[in-house]
């Protein structure tokens, strides 16, 4: 019989070998393929199929919406060097789901295409914070919250709002840097916002967030905004 140790350096030598003739069309094929979207801005992303070979290597992008027989070119990312590609514009119903696919050539070869798994904005697209912006009154705050923009835009190219689309809850908490507390101020569907009662010679900022009640998601925080009260 065959000493274990030889019949494990044969079974290397079989694995390296099948890997070395792997063939092209199979090695080069574009690897973690899937849609990024904030605010539907929507960013198609790609890793190389072989890390080996992204240097000289162009890729090639198609989409299509779910339930179309054709692919369609991205003119803009046809034989692109770039590892993404806005389809932005080509996926600007929220509601519909669509697909990407990247194929890789390099060297006169050619991969095979990756598809996306199917990709609905509306239920995907990750929000960024509100803007923030605050007015001393006195001892008050008046605080205005705003969505962020979207690619869209209504008939009169105005771009159309976040609340278009979803239910949103503005959260609003206030912190007092003298005591370095943090409190919640506002939760509800407002977009402005009066914070009362704060306390002479003492300085706060304003900090808020996004909350989807549908999808039990929320956005990132804002930027604090700050203010001494006289």
Same mark, same amino acid.
């Given at each position: 019989?065959? =000493?274990?140790?030889?019949?494990? !350096? ?38 190389? !199929? ?57 060297? !006169? ?47 009169? !190219? ?61 956005? =990132? ?10």
């Amino acid at each position: 019989t065959m =000493p274990k140790h030889c019949f494990l !350096g044969l079974l290397i030598m079989l694995l390296t070998t099948a890997t070395e003739t792997q063939p092209a069309h199979v090695s080069l094929k574009p690897q973690k393929v899937q849609f990024q979207s904030r605010n539907f801005h929507n960013i198609l992303h790609w890793q190389p !199929g072989n890390s080996l070979t992204s240097n000289g290597s162009v890729y090639f992008v198609q989409y299509k919406t779910y339930g179309q027989g054709q692919w369609k070119d991205k003119n803009d990312c046809w034989g692109t060097t770039a590892l993404f590609c806005d389809l932005t514009k080509e996926t600007l119903d929220p509601y519909e789901p669509y697909y990407g696919r990247v194929m890789m050539a390099w060297a !006169g070869s050619y991969s095979e295409w990756t598809r996306t798994p199917r990709f609905t904005p509306w239920w995907e697209t990750k929000l960024d914070p509100p803007v923030v912006t605050i007015t001393r009154v006195n001892a008050s705050l008046r605080v205005r919250l705003r969505p962020p923009e979207l690619p869209h835009r209504n008939q009169t !190219g105005k771009n159309t709002s976040m609340e278009n689309y979803y239910n949103l809850v503005y959260r609003v908490s206030i912190i007092n840097n003298s005591l370095e507390k943090e409190q919640k101020a506002y939760e509800g569907t407002q977009r402005a916002v009066e914070i009362q009662g704060l306390t002479p010679h003492c300085s706060y900022c304003v900090v808020a967030e996004m909350y989807q009640p549908m999808f039990d998601r929320r956005s =990132p925080r804002s930027k604090e905004r700050c203010v001494q009260i006289p």
